[in-house]
C-alpha cells in the first residue's frame, strides 16, 4: 500500500518529466454516481495539458466533457519495490476549435487504434501531484 | 484510447486471472467531491475480493470505508498496443473481525512498505468488467 507518508513527495517539474516518460495513463471520472476509471494513451501538450484522442461519441467524451477529472500514470518494480506515481486533476473539455483541432492532429496523440473520426480531449493540470514510491530509476 | 467497441471484453474468470498476474493496481474513490486515484498493492482474497493492506490512519482508510469504489488493474505494451484491463467495482470496508484479521495477516498482502499498525481493506468484487486492448500475450 502506497499511502504513507514516508513517500517524498515530487514536484510539478518531476512530475511532468515522468508522465511525459510513458504511453499510457488512466482517466478517473463518475458514471452514473459511481468511480470509473479507463486505461488511455495520452501524450503532454507544450502547456503541460493531457491530451486524448477517442471516437466523438464514446462514452468517455460524454462523461468527462466539461468536468473535472483525475488522470494518473505510474511506473512499478514490485522486485525492488520501487516507483513513481503522478496525478494530475483538472477540468476535462473536447477541443472544438477547428485551428487548434488540426494542430493536435499533427502533433498531438493518435488514438491506440484507427479511429474514422476522432476527438481530442485536454485535460487542464491544474493540480499535479506525485509520489516516489521508493526510490525507482527514472526519479531523481 | 481504449474506448473503443472493437475490443474484446472479458468474462469474470478471465477478469480474475489476469487480476492474479499482477501486483499493483488502483483504487479509484471520491475525495473533497473530487476524483482520486492512488495505486496500491493488493492480492485477491478465495471468494475473488480484492484485499488491500494499509495504514489504520492513512486518508484512503477514512475515504473508502463502507463506500463502492473501482480498483483498476492492467497491462500494456505500447510497442505492439496490446494489453487490457479490468476493473472491480464494489463496497470497500476495513476488516474488523480479528480472527479475519489474524488470517489475513498470514495470507493476505503485505504492505509496500512495512508498518507499525496495519490494517486490510477489502473491496467486494460486485462488478468486474475487463477488455482485451488487443492480443496480449496474457489473454487466451
Redesign the interface.
Known amino acids: ?4 507518508d ?1 513517500f517524498r513527495a515530487l514536484d510539478r517539474q518531476e512530475c511532468l518529466r515522468l508522465l511525459a516518460k510513458v ?2 495513463g ?1 482517466v ?3 458514471k452514473r454516481a ?8 495520452f501524450s503532454l501538450d507544450t502547456d503541460a495539458s493531457v491530451l ?4 466523438p461519441d ?4 460524454r462523461a468527462v466533457d466539461g468536468v ?3 488522470f ?1 500514470a ?1 511506473e ?1 518494480d ?1 522486485a525492488t ?1 520501487s ?1 513513481w ?1 503522478v ?1 494530475v ?1 483538472g477540468r476535462a473539455a473536447v477541443v472544438t476549435d477547428p485551428a487548434e483541432h488540426e494542430r493536435l492532429r499533427q502533433a498531438g ?1 493518435a ?3 484507427p ?1 474514422r473520426h476522432a476527438v481530442f480531449v485536454r485535460i487542464e493540470s491544474e493540480v499535479v501531484t506525485g509520489r516516489d ?2 526510490g525507482t530509476p527514472g526519479t531523481p
Do not use: H, I, K
Open positions: 500500500m502506497f499511502q504513507n514516508a504511453p499510457v488512466r478517473v471520472y463518475t459511481l468511480p470509473a476509471v479507463l486505461p488511455v494513451n486524448l484522442c477517442t471516437s464514446s462514452d468517455l467524451v473535472v477529472v483525475a494518473e505510474d512499478f514490485a519495490r516507483g506515481s496525478v486533476t496523440p488514438p491506440w487504434r479511429l514510491l521508493g
